[in-house]
């Protein structure tokens, strides 16, 4: 079958064996603008031109781990550490919901001052002060216990990206203290627990292969997760990955856009990794039919110090200036950022 034909299959069933998808990777260039039509006509009948924001507040830049490419692993001894108190975590999603945002993510490194104990009270005030709106946890690697009180507190949504959908690949990109099957693990978990669960991976990390990528959509079509976390790959400089080259966003849109014609429903965030590489890099995410923007609401003080990354974009804006920003950049590609909670659609909720 020619590469055109896969794509159309892809669109008609919703699947390809492995190594339909390695054939559509190899000819991302020739395919990517076709795609992104397939896409965008894949989107429009269930969210039309309304794209999504969430808060992101960065919780901690204290880490556990080591992951080989972040800014904030542990043995990164140059890294500016800091978390934020319940309070000052309540102040950022007041003022997020005074933005029109409708969904919170509380993101940050694996710190064990985080227990569940001092996290369970947070979601539930969070919920508390603000039952309209979503509370989504991007916390790292827990326990099925902490996950299942986590939930019971409140928390709606779980983002953990599988990073990797190759094993091998998973091995040279975290030290040997991190576990494929754990991560695996907490997917599963999260899913049984019922939480709205996002996974995800770099475009372009070290040692990918257009086999690993093709795992990694397979297993996105198989696991068929409520939302989908891709950017590329960007090289931070305290890292054994620090010469390494950035992904590219070409092909981090066009697997936006397979992504999206594989799951029209799925929530798919034009990351600020992707803005980060190219100046118009969100809107061209969300052309390639991405519908979900996440910019920060931590506080001015501490957006510098939570660097996964080098070059990261809007440290230097505040929440609102960043609201007014999308806005206006949203606006010229002719879609429209909405204030809503923007839950999953189910395939059922669709045809209602
Ligand atoms: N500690 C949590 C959440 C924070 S990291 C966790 O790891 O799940 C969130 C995401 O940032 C990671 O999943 C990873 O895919 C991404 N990330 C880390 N370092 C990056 C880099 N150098 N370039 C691009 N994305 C990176
Ligand atoms: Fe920690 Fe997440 Fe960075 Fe890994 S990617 S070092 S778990 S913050």
Known sequence: MTPEALLDTLAERRSLPLEGYRSLIEAAEALAPRAAELARKAREPIYGNRVFIRGLIEISSFCKNDCLYCGLRRSNAGAERYRLTEEEIMECADEGYRLGFRTFVLQGGEDAYFTDERLVPLVRGLK?????????????????????????????????????????????????????????????????????????????????????????????????????????????????????????????????????????????????????????????????????????????????????????????????????????????IGYEIVTDRGDFKSANAVVQ
């Open 128 to 332: 508390t002060s603000h039952p309209d709106c979503a509370v989504t946890l991007s916390l790292g690697e827990r326990s099925r216990e902490s996950f299942t009180k986590l939930r019971e507190a409140g928390a709606d949504r779980y983002l953990l990206r599988h990073e990797t959908a190759d094993g091998a690949h998973y091995g040279k990109l975290h030290p040997e203290s991190m576990s494929f099957e754990n991560r695996m693990r907490c997917l599963r978990d999260l899913r049984e627990l019922r939480y709205q669960v996002g996974c995800g991976f770099m475009v372009g990390s070290p040692f990918q292969t257009s086999e690993t990528l093709a795992k990694d959509l397979k297993f996105i079509e198989e696991f068929r997760p409520e939302m989908c976390g891709i950017g590329p790959f960007v090289p931070h400089h305290a890292t054994p990955f620090a010469s390494c080259p950035a992904g590219s966003a070409d092909l981090t849109c066009y697997l936006l856009s397979l992504i999206r014609i594989m799951h029209p429903n799925i929530l798919l965030p034009a990351t600020t990794a992707l803005g980060t590489v190219a100046g118009n890099g969100r809107e061209r995410g969300v052309l390639a039919g991405a519908n979900v923007l996440m910019p920060n609401l931590s506080p001015l003080s501490v957006r510098k110090k939570y660097e996964l990354y080098d070059n990261k974009l809007c440290t230097g804006e505040e929440a609102a200036e960043c609201r007014a920003c999308l806005d206006r950049r949203i606006r010229n």
